[in-house]
């Protein structure tokens, strides 16, 4: 197997995503952005669903992928917004799809609503073959909560599970991961 000290700094930088999901973005941030993520060999660039045809189209001849962040950061939107954005994410040329689960519902342990809304939302990206991450957020939850959604994930089969979006109240931690 290799070790990470065994890697080149190309072959490190396609493991990570170049992010930018500040409100206050402008185009010439995006572009900025994606010459970047382009330079150093990222995997994707992470922005908010808004800017994908843009990302997309100063991507377009790079093997850089266009990441769209869903109901975030807090998601707290309904099934049916995030199904819309989702859908606009793809039909813009979203590669992946970040969404965060509606947390109050998981604070509720209104775990059908949780599994509904991770069914769908996964099966809207897996039949447009992009790639689907569901983001706990688990400052906000208890191990408790964590393993719960973790245990619905292994049901649903995301592409992959996220500890938070960074704009909690506190960073991903090993024991989160762990944990998940």
């Known amino acids: 197997m290799m070790e990470i000290h065994d890697l080149t ?5 396609s493991y990570f995503d170049h992010t930018l999901l500040k409100p206050y973005a ?11 993520a382009k330079e150093a060999g990222a995997a994707m660039v992470a922005i908010n669903s808004a800017d994908v045809s843009l990302c997309k189209a100063l991507l377009k001849d790079s093997n850089v992928h266009v990441g769209a962040a869903i109901s975030f950061p807090l998601g707290q939107t309904t099934l049916e917004i995030k199904l ?8 813009d040329g979203a590669d992946e ?18 599994e509904t809304e991770m069914k769908e939302i996964t099966k809207l990206c897996h039949d447009h073959k992009v790639i689907c991450k569901v983001i706990f957020e688990n400052c906000y939850l208890t191990s408790d909560e964590i393993k719960q959604l973790a245990e619905i ?10 500890t938070s979006t960074g704009f909690g109240t506190s960073q991903a931690k090993v024991e989160d991961v762990k944990l998940m």
């Open 9 to 13: 700094q190309a072959q490190l930088a």
């Open 26 to 36: 402008t185009d010439d941030d995006f572009r900025k952005l994606c010459q970047e």
């Open 84 to 91: 819309a954005e989702t859908a606009k994410a793809i039909a």
């Open 97 to 114: 799809i970040d969404y965060v689960i509606n947390i109050a519902k998981a604070k509720m342990h209104d775990w059908s609503y949780i």
């Open 153 to 162: 994930a292994k049901k649903i089969k995301p592409d992959f599970i996220k």
